[in-house]
C-alpha cells in the first residue's frame, strides 16, 4: 500500500502534480467539499502536535470526510505496550488513512508495513517530516515560483530538525540550489545527510556558525528551533537554545525579498517584530499545510482505490 514516509517516496512530477492540485483547490475550494464524503483519516499522534494534526483534520473536515484518533500515547493502548505494528493493523480496520507523528525514526515505516491502508508519516523523531515538506515547497512555490537557483540558508538546530532533512532532501533534486548551513557546532547537519544528499548530488554548500556573515547572500532563511525533546540533557539545551533570535536589525543585511520561514512552533528563534515584515513566510507555510495535506489525502485515497 502506498503512503508517505519519507519526502523522496514522491518523484518531482508527482510533488508538481499536489502542488497543482493544492492551487486548485485554493481557487476552487467548493469542487472538493465532498471529495471524501464517507472516508475516515486517524490521526495516530504520540508527540505533541498543533499544526500538523489540526491541519490534517482541517483538511480531512474541508474534504468532507470524518477523523478518529488519539493526540498523545497515553491515551492509547501504547500505554499498555502495544506495538506499533499491532496499532497499525488494528486501526485499518476501522479507518482510510492513517497520519501518524512518533518520537522513534522509522516508526512511521513500520507503521505503514503492518497496515492495510496508506499511511502518511507526519514526523519519526528527528529523522524526517515529509508532509512538512510539502507546506514548505508550496510556500517557496508561490514565493519565488520555482524551486531551482535559489540560495536557502538553514539556520538552528541542523541535528534533529526533522524538517531541515526532509526540505534538503526535496531540494537537491533541482538545479543549481546553494546551500547554508548556519548552526552552533554542536547542532550540525548529521554527516548521513551531507554526504548522502549534499555531496552525492553535487549541491554547493557553505557551513558556518555565523548567520549576520551570510544573510545577504540568502533568497530562503529557514529558522528553527532547538529540539528541547531530543536533547539528553537540559544544560545543554539551555546552553544552546538561544543561539540564533532573529531581529530586525539582524535583517538590516538582508535582501528585499527574502522569505523568512520557519516550521514552527517558534520559541525565541524570530522575534515577534518580524511578523508584519512583509518578508515573513512563516502562517503562510501553516495556511499552505493545509491545502497540501487535502491534495496528499486526495491522492493517496484515489491511489488505494485502484
Ligand atoms: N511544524 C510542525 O510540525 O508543527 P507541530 O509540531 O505543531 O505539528
Given at each position: 500500500m502506498k503512503g508517505l514516509i519519507d519526502i523522496l517516496d514522491f518523484s518531482t512530477e508527482e510533488l508538481d502534480e499536489l502542488i497543482e492540485t493544492a492551487c486548485d483547490i485554493i481557487e476552487n475550494p467548493a469542487d472538493y467539499s465532498e471529495k471524501c464524503k464517507g472516508k475516515k483519516l486517524a490521526?495516530?499522534?504520540?508527540?505533541?502536535?498543533?499544526?500538523?494534526?489540526?491541519?490534517?483534520?482541517?483538511?480531512?473536515?474541508?474534504?468532507?470526510?470524518?477523523?478518529?484518533?488519539?493526540?498523545?500515547?497515553?491515551?492509547?493502548?501504547?500505554?499498555k505496550g502495544e506495538s506499533v505494528a499491532d496499532t497499525a493493523k488494528t486501526i485499518s480496520?476501522?479507518?482510510?488513512?492513517?497520519?501518524?507523528?512518533?518520537?522513534?525514526?522509522?516508526?512511521?515505516?513500520?507503521?505503514?508495513?503492518?497496515?492495510?491502508?496508506?499511511?502518511?508519516?507526519?514526523?519519526?523523531?528527528?529523522?524526517?517530516?515529509?508532509?512538512?515538506t510539502l507546506a514548505d515547497l508550496l510556500t517557496i512555490y508561490r514565493e519565488k515560483g520555482g524551486f531551482s537557483g535559489l540560495k536557502i540558508g538553514f539556520c538552528g538546530d541542523l541535528k534533529f530538525g526533522r524538517t531541515v532533512h526532509s526540505l534538503i532532501n526535496a531540494l537537491s533534486r533541482y538545479e543549481d540550489n546553494e546551500v547554508y548551513l548556519i548552526s552552533p557546532d554542536e547542532l550540525k547537519l548529521p554527516s548521513y545527510v551531507k554526504k548522502d544528499v549534499l555531496v552525492k548530488q553535487n549541491i554547493k554548500y557553505t557551513q558556518t556558525t555565523d548567520l549576520e556573515s551570510v544573510i545577504g547572500e540568502l533568497d530562503i532563511l529557514y529558522m528553527t528551533r532547538v529540539q528541547r525533546e531530543r536533547f539528553f540533557n537540559e544544560e545543554d539545551y539551555l546552553r544552546l537554545k538561544d543561539s540564533y533570535i532573529l531581529t530586525e536589525k539582524k535583517l538590516e543585511k538582508a535582501k528585499?525579498?527574502?522569505?523568512?520561514?520557519?516550521?514552527?512552533?517558534?520559541?525565541?528563534?524570530?522575534?515577534?517584530?518580524?511578523?508584519?515584515?512583509?518578508?515573513?513566510?512563516?502562517?503562510?507555510?501553516?495556511?499552505?499545510?493545509?491545502?497540501?495535506r487535502m491534495a496528499l489525502i486526495l491522492k493517496l485515497l484515489e491511489e488505494a482505490e485502484k
Open positions: 490521526t495516530l499522534f504520540y508527540e505533541p502536535s498543533t499544526r500538523t494534526r489540526l491541519s490534517f483534520e482541517a483538511a480531512m473536515y474541508e474534504l468532507g470526510g470524518n477523523v478518529i484518533g488519539f493526540s498523545e500515547a497515553n491515551s492509547s493502548s501504547s500505554a480496520c476501522y479507518a482510510d488513512i492513517i497520519a501518524m507523528r512518533h518520537p522513534k525514526e522509522g516508526a512511521a515505516l513500520v507503521a505503514k508495513n503492518n497496515a492495510s491502508i496508506p499511511v502518511i508519516n507526519a514526523g519519526d523523531g528527528g529523522h524526517c517530516h515529509p508532509t512538512q528585499a525579498d527574502l522569505s523568512i520561514m520557519h516550521p514552527l512552533p517558534r520559541v525565541n528563534e524570530i522575534s515577534v517584530e518580524i511578523d508584519n515584515d512583509s518578508r515573513a513566510c512563516y502562517f503562510k507555510q501553516v495556511l499552505n499545510g493545509k491545502y497540501m
